[in-house]
């Protein structure tokens, strides 16, 4: 998913980014604030994951 894309469905999303990373709080998601970049960057703080983790997490949770 694109950044543009990601921005743009942000807040459709973050109810289900909730259900789908539940290490992730309320304020972690405020701070994504609509940033591709920033929730990968969460997910490899909260569950260690490398970068290319992170990111095949997200693309296999949106797909």
Not at 16 to 40: F, M, N, R, Y
């Amino acid at each position: 998913m694109r950044n543009e894309i990601f921005e743009g469905k942000w807040k459709q999303m973050r109810g289900q980014a909730k259900i789908w990373w539940g290490k992730l709080t309320d304020d972690d998601l405020e701070q994504v604030d609509g940033k591709l970049s920033k929730l990968i960057g969460l997910l490899q703080e909260k569950y260690g994951y490398t970068l290319q983790e992170a990111e095949k997490e997200f693309e296999m949770r949106t797909k």
